[in-house]
C-alpha cells in the first residue's frame, strides 16, 4: 500500500554503531589524500517506522503539539551528533508525551483513520493517534534501550 505523502510525515529510526569488517577510507572528489574516518562516527540503522496516520492530527492545542514536537522532532534530528540523540534522550522524550497524555488528556481527541478510510468508504473507524505513537515509543525503547551506543533520528 502506497503511504499518504504529507509535508509533517513522522520518520523514526534507531542506529547503532557499525562494526566494519575492514578499515574504510575516503578520498574526496579529485583528491589522491586519504581522509581519515573514525570507525566511532559510523552507524548502521537497525530500525525504522513510519507511520500511515497524521500523528500530530489528534492533538488539539496547538501549544502541546509545538513541545511534543520541539521534544521528538528537534531533539533527534539526524544532524545533532549521536550523543545528543542517546536512548536515555530518547526516554525523557517519550515520558514527556507520556506526561502530556495523562495531564492533558482533554486536549488529544480521536480522528478517522486514514488508512482504513483509503481501502473501503463502508467502514469508519477512529484512532487516538497521540496514544498509538505514544504506545509504539514505549516499545521502541524497551527494544533497543539496552543495545549499546543505540541512537535515535526523527525526521
Not at 554503531?17 to 586519504?34: C, H, K
Not at 581522509?35 to 492530527?57: A, K, R, V
Not at 496547538?62 to 522532532?73: D, F, H, M, Q, V
Not at 463502508?122 to 541512537?151: C, D, I, K, M
Request: aromatic letters at 10%; one cysteine or more; charged letters at 20%.
Amino acid at each position: 500500500m502506497a503511504q499518504r505523502e504529507s509535508a509533517a510525515r513522522f520518520f523514526l529510526s534507531v542506529w547503532r554503531p557499525a562494526r566494519p569488517f575492514r578499515p574504510l577510507a575516503a578520498f574526496p572528489d579529485g583528491q589522491s589524500q586519504q581522509l581519515s574516518l573514525n570507525p566511532d562516527m559510523l552507524h548502521e540503522q537497525i530500525y525504522t517506522w513510519c507511520p500511515e496516520e497524521e500523528i500530530w492530527g489528534g492533538i488539539i492545542d496547538s501549544e502541546i503539539t509545538n513541545l511534543l514536537r520541539s521534544k521528538l522532532i528537534d531533539g533527534f534530528n539526524p544532524y545533532l551528533e549521536p550523543a545528543k540523540r542517546t536512548m536515555t534522550h530518547f526516554a525523557d522524550a517519550v515520558r514527556t508525551l507520556g506526561e502530556v497524555l495523562i495531564n492533558h488528556g482533554a486536549s488529544i481527541s480521536w480522528s478517522e483513520c486514514e488508512a482504513v478510510a483509503e481501502r473501503s468508504d463502508q467502514e469508519s473507524l477512529r484512532a487516538n493517534t497521540a496514544l498509538a505513537l505514544y504506545l509504539h515509543l514505549q516499545w521502541v525503547l524497551q527494544v533497543f534501550e539496552h543495545l549499546p551506543g543505540a541512537t535515535v533520528t526523527v525526521r
